[in-house]
């Protein structure tokens, strides 16, 4: 099997040459254990956070050690009750083509609910970032307006969808020509702009002229800035992500506009998706969201990159934005 290993931490954005591929042994699974060949890991801008030496909530990544994220792959080697030759699972150990670990770490999932690859976009982790950011903390109400950035996104793209479901009037923020017409064709927004147009300000005043009552946002910086600045009185801002500064090398000016949630009365509730929590929500999720996949009301999108080697070129276009929907890498098929 092969790794790509983490061989220097990058500086601002990530480049090739933090990473490495490297030739390993496939180990042979222990007493409770599994080995699986991974078919599709995930790329995620949380990575990036990880790649930095700086203690968060989820420890650093290693350098000389292999990057570690979501997998969907098959067992190829059982020495765990209930887990057989060919079942298919999802669970850690991304970035190398094949990985031992405790069979406890993983789940086995339904290939007839949607596509494997699924498991790691809308019925997987951002999926269930979606789902609980929204209904949980954003609480949409019928006739309410959402904004959501990152909107051709994972996350964005389900957060979208979902609004519109539940009977919202849906607005995002993308960046590009086509992703903003993928967010009105294709996904069902009421309107979208290109937030390298011009400034969000600008934008938002045109496109939720009436205010904003949930933003969900995955963007920070001048998004986060201009939404408030459009919130009604007793808004909720969501604060799922903040990638424009992911690789940024000092810490960025916040919200200067941020007295205005006093005067507003609004909520700003950041989160954690894999927080204990959350977890008794996701057998709604997987209801809800499986259910809309299979009476077509949710679109599953994804970017698919082919091979090992590719990956870091996937991860980096990630957070350049090459990416309409999931960004995964298919490392072989079942
Ligand atoms: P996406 O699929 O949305 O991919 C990242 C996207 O970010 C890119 O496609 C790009 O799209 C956009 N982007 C990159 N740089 C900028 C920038 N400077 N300004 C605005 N947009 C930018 O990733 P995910 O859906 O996986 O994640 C979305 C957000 O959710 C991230 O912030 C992530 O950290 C967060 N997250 C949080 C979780 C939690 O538990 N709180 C769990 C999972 C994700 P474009 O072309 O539009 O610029």
Redesign the pocket.
Known sequence: GRAIHLKSRPQGEPTAANFELVETTIPEPAEGQILVCNLFM?V???M??RMNDVKSYVPPFQVGQPLDGGVVGQVVHSKALGFEEGDFVSGPGGWREYHVAPANQYMKVDPGVGSLSAYLGVLG??G???Y??LLDLGKPQAGETVFV??????????VGQIAKLKGCRVVG????AE?VKHLREELGFDDAF???DGPVAQALERTCPEGIDVYF???????LEASIGKMKNYGRIV?????????ATAPAPGPRNLMLAVARRLTLQ??????ERHQERRPDFLRDVGGWLREKKVKEVETVVEGLDKAPEAFI???????????VVKLASP
Do not use: W
Request: glycine share 22%.
């Open positions: 995930s995620d801008p949380y990036r956070g982790m951002p269930m970032t979606a609980v950011g950035s990152g909107a051709a996104g994972a996350v964005g793209g389900l923020s993308a960046g590009s992703k290109n937030y390298k946002d995955n963007v920070g910086g001048e998004h604060l799922c992500g903040a990638i424009s500064q992911y690789n950041g989160f954690i998706v894999s927080d276009g990630l957070l350049r934005g090459h990416n309409t929907g999931k960004m």
